[in-house]
């Protein structure tokens, strides 16, 4: 079965257990910067050139390093270990 990223990322977010800040944190980066790009491709049809593209593009826009750095372990499919304050 194929799932999009977008609907693969909504079902982790939903199913990962994280502050409310954090999950708001992750929908905005969905909704921002991983749905424009590559939100509504299948997880098997992104390529490493394609997160190279949207990398370069979302350094270009300059957001904060908190921002790029939490977009990255998004993309990563890992997130900061909440219970250690990482």
Do not use: C
């Not at 590559?38 to 949207?54: F, H, K, M, P, Y």
């Not at 593009?57 to 998004?74: K, N, Y």
């Amino acid at each position: 079965m194929k799932i999009s990223f977008g609907a693969y990322a909504e079902q982790w977010i939903t199913g990962s257990v994280i502050k409310p800040t954090t999950e708001d944190l992750y929908r905005s980066l969905l909704k921002n910067h991983f749905a424009p790009a590559v939100g509504n491709r299948s997880l098997t049809g992104i390529r490493e050139a394609d997160v190279r593209r949207w990398r370069n593009r979302l350094v270009m826009v300059r957001p904060s390093s908190q921002t790029l750095g939490e977009a990255l372990r998004v993309a990563r499919g890992g997130h900061a270990d909440e219970t250690n304050g990482a």
